[in-house]
Protein backbone atom coordinates (compact mmCIF):
# COMPACT_ATOMS: atom_id res chain seq x y z
CA UNK A 1 0.00 0.00 0.00
CA UNK A 2 1.81 3.49 -0.98
CA UNK A 3 1.37 5.86 1.71
CA UNK A 4 1.68 9.99 1.47
CA UNK A 5 5.21 10.33 1.78
CA UNK A 6 5.64 8.60 -1.85
CA UNK A 7 3.16 11.15 -3.12
CA UNK A 8 5.39 14.18 -2.57
CA UNK A 9 4.89 17.51 -3.42
CA UNK A 10 7.22 17.65 -6.40
CA UNK A 11 5.50 14.90 -7.93
CA UNK A 12 2.14 16.16 -7.58
CA UNK A 13 3.09 19.41 -8.92
CA UNK A 14 5.04 17.90 -12.03
CA UNK A 15 1.93 15.98 -12.64
CA UNK A 16 -0.84 18.65 -12.57
CA UNK A 17 1.72 21.44 -14.34
CA UNK A 18 1.95 18.88 -17.10
CA UNK A 19 -1.25 18.34 -17.97
CA UNK A 20 -3.10 22.03 -17.40
CA UNK A 21 0.18 22.60 -20.42
CA UNK A 22 -1.08 19.33 -22.33
CA UNK A 23 -4.98 20.16 -22.50
CA UNK A 24 -4.82 23.86 -22.89
CA UNK A 25 -2.24 23.63 -25.65
CA UNK A 26 -3.97 20.72 -27.37
CA UNK A 27 -7.25 21.63 -26.71
CA UNK A 28 -7.09 25.31 -26.68
CA UNK A 29 -4.21 26.24 -28.98
CA UNK A 30 -3.27 28.32 -25.58
CA UNK A 31 -0.26 27.91 -23.75
CA UNK A 32 -0.03 27.94 -19.94
CA UNK A 33 2.48 28.60 -17.47
CA UNK A 34 3.30 27.82 -14.08
CA UNK A 35 3.23 30.93 -11.97
CA UNK A 36 3.33 29.38 -7.80
CA UNK A 37 1.99 27.21 -5.33
CA UNK A 38 0.29 28.40 -2.08
CA UNK A 39 1.85 27.03 0.69
CA UNK A 40 -0.19 24.91 3.36
CA UNK A 41 0.33 25.53 6.73
CA UNK A 42 0.94 22.52 8.85
CA UNK A 43 -2.04 21.72 10.21
CA UNK A 44 -1.95 21.87 13.86
CA UNK A 45 -5.66 22.02 14.97
CA UNK A 46 -5.53 25.95 15.00
CA UNK A 47 -4.93 27.19 11.75
CA UNK A 48 -8.34 28.44 10.12
CA UNK A 49 -8.49 26.26 7.03
CA UNK A 50 -6.67 27.62 3.54
CA UNK A 51 -8.99 29.74 1.83
CA UNK A 52 -8.73 28.22 -1.34
CA UNK A 53 -8.29 30.77 -4.06
CA UNK A 54 -9.18 34.33 -3.67
CA UNK A 55 -12.71 34.82 -5.89
CA UNK A 56 -13.50 38.26 -4.47
CA UNK A 57 -16.26 39.05 -6.61
CA UNK A 58 -15.52 38.20 -10.18
CA UNK A 59 -17.57 35.01 -11.02
CA UNK A 60 -15.50 31.72 -11.50
CA UNK A 61 -16.74 28.50 -13.44
CA UNK A 62 -14.87 25.86 -11.27
CA UNK A 63 -14.68 22.31 -13.03
CA UNK A 64 -14.04 19.29 -10.16
CA UNK A 65 -13.36 16.04 -10.99
CA UNK A 66 -12.18 13.29 -8.32
CA UNK A 67 -10.56 9.93 -8.70
CA UNK A 68 -10.58 6.81 -6.50
CA UNK A 69 -8.18 3.91 -5.60
CA UNK A 70 -4.69 3.59 -4.01
CA UNK A 71 -5.14 7.46 -3.56
CA UNK A 72 -8.28 9.08 -3.56
CA UNK A 73 -8.71 12.89 -4.17
CA UNK A 74 -10.47 16.04 -6.04
CA UNK A 75 -8.80 18.64 -8.32
CA UNK A 76 -10.42 21.67 -8.66
CA UNK A 77 -10.33 23.64 -11.66
CA UNK A 78 -10.78 27.69 -11.57
CA UNK A 79 -10.94 29.93 -14.15
CA UNK A 80 -12.76 33.66 -14.24
CA UNK A 81 -16.04 33.66 -15.72
CA UNK A 82 -14.66 35.66 -18.99
CA UNK A 83 -11.85 33.09 -19.47
CA UNK A 84 -14.33 30.15 -19.38
CA UNK A 85 -16.50 31.49 -21.95
CA UNK A 86 -13.02 32.30 -24.32
CA UNK A 87 -12.30 28.43 -23.97
CA UNK A 88 -15.59 27.69 -24.97
CA UNK A 89 -15.66 29.18 -27.57
CA UNK A 90 -12.15 28.27 -28.77
CA UNK A 91 -13.22 24.92 -27.98
CA UNK A 92 -16.81 24.38 -29.75
CA UNK A 93 -15.87 26.99 -32.78
CA UNK A 94 -18.88 29.03 -31.41
CA UNK A 95 -19.11 32.75 -31.67
CA UNK A 96 -19.84 35.13 -28.45
CA UNK A 97 -22.72 35.39 -29.65
CA UNK A 98 -23.75 31.85 -30.26
CA UNK A 99 -22.54 31.07 -27.14
CA UNK A 100 -24.90 34.12 -25.38
CA UNK A 101 -27.74 32.37 -27.41
CA UNK A 102 -26.63 28.59 -25.79
CA UNK A 103 -26.84 29.31 -22.25
CA UNK A 104 -24.31 28.43 -19.50
CA UNK A 105 -25.34 24.92 -19.43
CA UNK A 106 -22.64 24.86 -22.64
CA UNK A 107 -20.07 26.62 -20.48
CA UNK A 108 -20.58 24.33 -17.86
CA UNK A 109 -20.21 21.12 -20.08
CA UNK A 110 -17.09 22.67 -21.96
CA UNK A 111 -15.26 23.63 -18.47
CA UNK A 112 -16.72 20.22 -17.20
CA UNK A 113 -14.74 18.40 -20.42
CA UNK A 114 -11.65 20.71 -19.89
CA UNK A 115 -11.54 19.77 -16.16
CA UNK A 116 -11.80 15.97 -16.79
CA UNK A 117 -9.00 15.86 -19.63
CA UNK A 118 -6.89 17.58 -17.33
CA UNK A 119 -8.05 15.23 -14.06
CA UNK A 120 -7.42 12.50 -16.11
CA UNK A 121 -4.02 13.29 -17.80
CA UNK A 122 -2.73 13.88 -13.37
CA UNK A 123 -4.11 10.63 -12.43
CA UNK A 124 -2.07 9.21 -15.26
CA UNK A 125 0.91 10.26 -14.01
CA UNK A 126 -0.36 8.41 -10.64
CA UNK A 127 -1.20 5.55 -12.18
CA UNK A 128 2.47 5.55 -14.21
CA UNK A 129 4.02 6.38 -10.46
CA UNK A 130 2.15 3.02 -9.22
CA UNK A 131 -0.91 4.37 -7.80
CA UNK A 132 -3.69 3.37 -9.40
CA UNK A 133 -6.79 4.74 -9.55
CA UNK A 134 -10.18 6.04 -11.32
CA UNK A 135 -11.59 9.21 -12.61
CA UNK A 136 -15.34 10.67 -11.37
CA UNK A 137 -17.65 12.09 -13.28
CA UNK A 138 -17.21 16.19 -13.63
CA UNK A 139 -19.15 18.44 -11.64
CA UNK A 140 -19.74 22.85 -12.01
CA UNK A 141 -19.27 24.93 -9.36
CA UNK A 142 -20.17 29.04 -10.18
CA UNK A 143 -19.65 31.70 -7.64
CA UNK A 144 -17.91 34.60 -6.71
CA UNK A 145 -17.22 33.96 -3.02
CA UNK A 146 -16.62 30.67 -1.81
CA UNK A 147 -13.91 28.43 -0.57
CA UNK A 148 -13.76 24.84 -0.19
CA UNK A 149 -12.68 23.32 2.87
CA UNK A 150 -10.90 19.54 3.02
CA UNK A 151 -11.85 17.31 5.46
CA UNK A 152 -9.03 16.72 8.26
CA UNK A 153 -7.18 14.10 6.63
CA UNK A 154 -6.56 15.23 2.89
CA UNK A 155 -3.29 16.53 2.13
CA UNK A 156 -4.11 20.09 0.01
CA UNK A 157 -1.95 21.25 -3.19
CA UNK A 158 -2.80 24.68 -4.84
CA UNK A 159 -0.76 25.71 -8.06
CA UNK A 160 -1.69 28.84 -9.66
CA UNK A 161 -1.14 28.88 -13.68
CA UNK A 162 -1.83 32.01 -16.26
CA UNK A 163 -2.47 31.58 -19.86
CA UNK A 164 -3.81 34.33 -22.29
CA UNK A 165 -3.38 36.76 -19.67
CA UNK A 166 -6.18 34.83 -17.36
CA UNK A 167 -5.92 32.61 -14.02
CA UNK A 168 -6.22 28.96 -13.86
CA UNK A 169 -6.15 27.37 -10.04
CA UNK A 170 -5.64 23.79 -9.49
CA UNK A 171 -6.46 23.31 -5.85
CA UNK A 172 -5.70 19.46 -5.25
CA UNK A 173 -7.17 17.24 -2.36
CA UNK A 174 -5.50 13.87 -1.82
CA UNK A 175 -5.66 11.46 0.58
CA UNK A 176 -3.84 7.93 0.46
CA UNK A 177 -6.35 4.80 0.54
CA UNK A 178 -9.95 4.94 2.14
Same mark, same amino acid.
Not at 64 to 70: A, K, Q, R, S, Y
Not at 96 to 122: P, S, Y
Not at 140 to 153: D, Y
Given at each position: ?????????????? /????????????????????? @????????????????????????????????? @??????? /????????????????????? *??????????????????????????????????????? *??????????????????????? /?? /??????????????????
Amino acid at each position: MPTAAEITEPLVRE /YITRAVRDVFKTMLGRDSAFV @GAVVQPEDDGMSPPHPGPATGMIPFVVGTVGFL @GDVNGLI /YLYLDEPFARLCTCHLLGMTE *TELEEAGDEVINDAIGELTNMTVGGFKNGLCDAGFPCKL *TIPSILRGSNFSIEPVSSATRHT /YN /YESAGHKIVADILLKIGD
